[in-house]
């Protein structure tokens, strides 16, 4: 190590100063050590007992904030929000929505689809009761616009005040050469675009200013049965958006198939016939002749969370207000339903373990060496498993620009099975970072293996998708399959191990074998894509043909 140093230093007196906007990407080797026993020690704190699962608005929340804040201030970092604080507050609220009917109605004739059974509703409004009162229903097939596909499924036609009819998933649109197969041009083919997902089409809806938004439940577009979506019929949390939310539609819900159908029937039409002319490019809006009244009563329940934030700031002046953000959300479960006589939900694994893996990178990064010129962000979001809600309050009201932000790379998760040959990106082929991340796995001789199940939309499921969706690069790692010295199904079986018997339950805990070598592997590899972004010359970009490319262009371009 000391003829090294030597040999660099003598090296640097001899040569040339050199140009400042020549990167100097250190080798993976020689960036600073992540310690398997640090991750350990925060995850046990994390989710232990007396941190009650970590549950938003909770004892175990006012635990969590303070341990990580006194260990961002340990670790020397500065506090992340400009208002001098650790924190950055999120207004949650709890909705909980009181049993109603749908009533579809066609001269004279009606329609009642019952609550659970046929229909799944609720409103997003932050306000006592919303409803859709005789709202003209209108089919809009998938009801996407995707102009980077030339997709428009409203084609300029007024649905303010109405109520659309959607199907989930994207447009199943076949190849031209081979009609047994989609093509992989047009919403990524078998795998599940945004546009897919049943949030964007609640989304859609508002911008058009429709009164009600009615999805057509069907097992496989969906990748679930209609029970999980009856599961919708507890509270739900969402963000308190300064409009309380007045401007999504008034009702939001699911439909069954089968109601669908008699539906269409009584519109006199025949739902597999729409269906088929939806997944052309060519398809125009169905007014079906009928209407819809619902009124969605809603019992109430505000909290006050935190997303925590601790900034390193970069080291060039010139770069220092430019962020790289690394994210892992703090929260879990909390207390719930008794499982074998316990009602913890520790969360070690979701994601405790995560959280103390963003503290020892945000560890790490103090001691690298160029310091980064750019300024990194720690933000431990809350609310993930109420539906990203804490990633989402930052990429909407972000502290710092997001034209200013080059990336996002999360973790929700880690491996604790021991080292990998491989390390899986959810989505890969998105951005640049996934060659960053390529190239630093390669430096450890090991690969990056690409989304298995690209068709369930995995990268729309947790926190960094809610950067992506404002135009940011995000990063989705998640853990390999391929394990060193062990049988070639052993990824497989720990991971539906841990799937079906501690995912979301009180026994995702801690247990005696794990391994964090694969973790500190898989670590090594986010700061060496965050801390080369950060050194780059040039901010990474959405790779053509990706959906969020085209907003990302907008925001550096108009500078807004
Ligand atoms: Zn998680």
Redesign the pocket.
């Known amino acids: 190590m000391k003829y090294l140093t030597v040999l660099v230093l003598l090296l640097a007196a001899c040569s040339k100063p050199s140009s400042t906007s020549t990167p100097q990407q250190i080798p993976m080797s020689q960036l600073p050590s992540v310690d398997p026993e640090a991750i350990l020690a925060h995850t046990k704190v994390l989710s232990s007992d007396e941190f009650e699962g970590r549950g938003p608005g909770t004892k175990g929340e006012e635990l969590t904030v303070t341990y990580l804040v006194d260990q961002f201030k340990k670790i020397g970092l500065k506090p992340g929000n400009t208002d001098g604080t650790y924190v950055q507050k999120v207004p949650l609220v709890g909705i909980t929505p009181a049993p109603a009917p749908l009533v579809f109605e066609k001269a004279g004739r009606r329609q009642t689809l019952r609550w659970k059974d046929d229909v799944v509703a609720w409103t997003k409004h932050v306000a006592d009761s919303a409803s859709i009162n005789r709202s003209e229903l209108v089919f809009v097939g998938y009801g996407i616009v995707a102009p980077e596909f030339n997709w428009d499924d409203y084609k300029g036609v007024d649905v303010k005040g109405k109520t659309l009819v959607m199907l989930v998933n994207d447009p199943p649109v076949a190849d031209a050469t081979n009609a047994s197969e989609l093509d992989p041009r047009v919403f990524g083919g078998k795998a599940m675009t945004y546009y897919g997902r049943w949030t964007y089409k609640y989304e859609i809806g508002a911008q058009k200013g429709a009164a009600g938004v009615l999805i057509v439940h069907e097992t496989v577009p969906a990748g679930y049965p209609f029970e999980v979506v009856q599961a919708k019929t507890t509270e739900q949390f969402d963000l308190v958006t300064p409009d309380k939310n007045m401007g999504r539609a008034n009702v939001e819900g699911w439909i069954t198939l089968d109601r669908a159908k008699a539906l269409m029937q009584m519109a006199g039409q025949d739902f597999d016939g729409l269906k088929k002319e939806a997944a052309r490019r060519d398809f125009k809006p169905v007014p079906l002749g009928v209407t819809a009244s619902m009124t969605v009563r809603n019992t109430l329940r505000t909290i006050d969370s935190q997303n925590v934030v601790a900034r390193l700031d970069g080291s060039d002046p010139a770069r220092r207000d430019e962020y790289v953000v690394y994210t892992a ?1 703090w929260d ?1 479960l909390g207390i719930g339903p008794e499982v074998n006589g316990d009602r913890i939900y520790n ?1 070690a694994k ?2 405790a373990i ?1 959280t103390a893996g963003l503290l020892e990178l945000a560890r790490a990064f103090t001691k690298v060496s160029p310091a980064p010129k750019r300024s990194i962000l720690f933000l431990s979001v809350t609310a ?2 109420q539906g990203l809600l804490g990633s989402q309050y930052y990429s909407v009201t972000p502290i710092y620009p997001l034209r200013k932000t080059l990336a996002n790379i999360n973790m ?2 880690l491996n604790v099975h021991g080292p990998t040959k491989d390390l899986t990106l959810i989505g890969y082929g998105a951005s640049d970072l996934d060659d960053y991340a390529k190239a630093a796995a390669a430096e450890q001789g090991r690969v990056i293996r690409p989304d298995p199940e690209t068709e369930k939309g995995f990268y729309y499921r ?1 926190d960094h998708f809610n950067f992506a969706k404002q135009g940011v690069p995000a990063l989705d790692p998640d853990e390999g399959v391929e394990f060193v010295g062990k049988p070639a199904d052993y990824g497989k079986q720990v991971r539906d191990d841990y799937t079906e018997h501690d995912y979301h339950k009180p026994s995702d805990v801690i247990r005696a074998d794990w391994d964090l070598a694969g973790a500190v592997e898989d670590l090594r590899v986010f700061f060496a894509v965050g801390y080369r972004v950060a050194q780059a010359d040039k901010f990474p970009e959405w790779k053509p043909g990706n959906e969020f490319k085209a907003i990302r262009e907008e925001m550096l371009n108009n500078g807004n």
Do not use: A, L, P, Q
Request: charged share 35%; glycine share 28%; aromatic share 0%.
């Open positions: 959300h879990h969360g979701d994601n995560g993930e498993e929700d998760g947790s």
